[in-house]
């Protein structure tokens, strides 16, 4: 069984900082590609950021150059580094993995999403 649990998320005002975390654990054999999504209400889930094993990151528009993604592969944990926060940054945020486990097949698992709210 594996899990996805995130940590982090909060309220903070407009041009505040905040960290997400988001820890895998379980039987896992390895770790594809981590990333954030987020959902605000009435909206559709969109892709903020993602980060490949070795590094290579992919950012949505709207966050480049105030949001960072990076992972610890030895801890199986992926973080977002959200700076410059804006009112319409506001969402429920979701870790996402793509993850094999004991069968060795790739599976996608989602965390259990973490509110982040930015007041003006």
């Known amino acids: 069984q594996v899990q996805l649990v995130e940590s982090g998320g909060g309220l903070v005002q407009a041009g505040g900082s905040l960290r997400l975390s988001c820890a895998a654990s379980?039987?896992?054999?390895?770790?594809?590609?981590m990333g954030w999504y987020r959902q605000a209400p009435g909206k559709q889930r969109e892709l903020v950021a993602a980060?490949?094993?070795?590094?290579?990151?992919n950012y949505a528009d709207s966050v480049k150059g105030r949001f960072t993604i990076s992972r610890d592969n030895a801890k199986n944990t992926v973080y977002l580094l959200m700076n410059s926060l804006k009112p319409e940054d506001t969402s429920v945020y979701y870790c996402?993995?793509?993850?094999?486990?004991?069968?060795?097949?790739?599976?996608?698992?989602w965390g259990q999403g973490t509110q982040v709210t930015v007041s003006s």
């Open positions: 996402n993995a793509n993850i094999a486990g004991v069968t060795r097949m790739y599976y996608d698992y």
């Open positions: 379980g039987s896992i054999f390895s770790i594809d590609i």
């Open positions: 980060i490949t094993p070795n590094g290579r990151t």
